[in-house]
């Protein structure tokens, strides 16, 4: 006997999935407006969610309403609400429902744009973005596609770095074991890692002022060092908002010492690259021209669903050159005129889906007036609740506050810090992330959530408030 097939199609119809697709927009808009509600954090053992679901794939279609209601029932009591307007941990990783619609529209077309031609949409669309954001955030007009620059989309800031510091290698002569790759001793764990990816042989962590920032002497010093011990100073990577403290390196001054010793440099803004929308913050990214490559995260602030990077370059010859590989089942007229871009040359993957959409949807939705409005609402915010801590007798800033990201401690030391923190996320509609630089416990406060608001600042100070008479009236 042979198993013959019970239909002859097993595809949804388009009728079905019109149906099914206003059930799941309407299921979503339900969770964007309920999310206030649930506690953040979910309670469950790790395994939970696996138990609910079968061993095996199943066998026979199954109806997409047992597909819909298992939504609520497996996943969503595994569900960490990162749209909460409670969300007070990490960074953002905001969505909104221009960047939900312009991610459908992306499914819907499933293009592959590795090259233009295989959707000349795709790329031409991302390149306006990337261009439009040049303008939007003050950044170099030379890094237009227009111009010897250019931007394109990747996945992660991870990424992008990674990307800058394979061009940085391929640009420096002689063995990678003996070439060195400076950052501050807080910047992200992703330069560390991109290093080690790219085969470099050496990381070295510069120390930060009073402020968190890199001290461009200690930079200098180091580089001389390595060139004295043999070694080949290659790249350097500035930040302009750190992921701890969003401490501002000194971008124009570790720009010169990196141009008067030919290394490439690199910014890591994947946070606070957004808050450049607004001409106020420019002044931190003063000294953009002497950068060769940067990075920011329309995925965190910028009201862009994740997977969103930009990553830029002042001059995109050493990019292509170092990334571009040509079978002959990719030649084509397009790309051999020269007067396309092929974006498969500008980072690692070879496929590439159209993530321009969702970003290009959500500026257009939003206007850049829009997201001004918002950025400056969530900075003014921290501004207030900072305020609020410094004037509070137990309370004490630990670094300044440039952006969105509120970084204290509790005066009495690591211990009530910790705890205090504790008590914060037990109260389940708000979450905080506790962390340390060298031995100080703090607390840091990320307000950039898409629908935070004074109501939810103002709760957490009131919580705050709460937690320190009550310890205080204990002992
Ligand atoms: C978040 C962050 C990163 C990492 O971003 P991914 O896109 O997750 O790789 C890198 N650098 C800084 C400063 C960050 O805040």
Known sequence: MTDRPSRDSYHMSTDDFRRHGYEVIDWVADYLDTVTDQPIMPSIEPGAIREMIPTTAPEQPEPFGNILGDLDRVVMPGITHWQ????????????SPPSILGELVAAGLGVQGMLWSTSPAATEVEEAVADWLVDLLGLPPGWKTTGPGGGVIQMSASDSTHTALVVARERARGSADDMVVYASEQA??????????????????IPVDDRYAMR?????????ADIAAGLTPVAVVSAIGTTATTAVDPVRTIGEIARF??????????????????????????????????TFNPHKWMFTNFD?????????????????????????EASASGQVIDYRDWHVPLGRRFRALKLWFVLRSYGAEGIRHHVREHVALARSLADRITAHPMLEPVAPVPFGLVSFRHVGGNDPTRSLAGAINASGWAYVTPSTIDDMAFIRVSIGQTNTTAVEVDRLWNLIEEELSEVAGST
């Not at 992200?188 to 962590?205: D, F, N, P, Q, T």
Request: aromatic share 14%; hydrophobic share 40%.
């Open 308 to 332: 969103c990077s930009l990553f830029y370059v002042a001059d995109r010859a050493p990019l292509i050159e170092s990334l571009s590989i040509l079978p002959p089942y990719l030649r084509n």
């Open 84 to 95: 909460s307007p409670g969300w007070f941990a990490y960074f953002p990783a905001n969505t």
């Open 188 to 205: 992200h764990s992703s330069i560390e890692k991109g290093a080690r990816v790219a085969g470099y042989g050496h990381v070295r962590l």
């Open 216 to 224: 461009p002497d200690a930079f200098e010093e180091a580089v001389e």
């Open 261 to 294: 010793h030919g290394l490439w440099h690199h910014v890591d803004a994947a946070y606070a690259g957004t808050a450049m929308v607004c001409e106020e913050f420019r002044h931190f990214q003063d000294g953009l021209e002497l950068v060769d490559s940067y």
